[in-house]
């Protein structure tokens, strides 16, 4: 028996839990580094810990380079 997965509903549930940080809060708390963009340091990208660490950097050779830790 194949299980079916209603797509379009798990989307807008991704969408929302997405917009509203929940997910970002589901996925740490998992353990999971986060990595994005940050809209005031367009050429870095953004790592979130698990910890509540946030910092800035490039990826160089596979490997995320820190630049700068931000206080949040």
Avoid at 12 to 22: A, I, L, T, Y
Avoid at 30 to 42: H, I, R
Wanted: aromatic residues 6%; hydrophobic residues 35%; contains cysteine.
């Amino acid at each position: 028996m194949t299980n079916v997965i209603d797509v379009l509903a798990l989307s807008e549930v991704v969408g929302h839990e997405s917009k509203s940080g929940k997910l970002s809060r589901k996925l740490l708390a998992q353990g999971q580094t986060l990595y994005g963009k940050n809209l005031d340091y367009p050429d870095y990208l953004e790592r979130k810990t698990p910890d509540g660490k946030v910092s800035l950097g490039k990826w160089h050779k596979g490997e995320f380079n820190e630049i700068i830790s931000l206080l949040c």
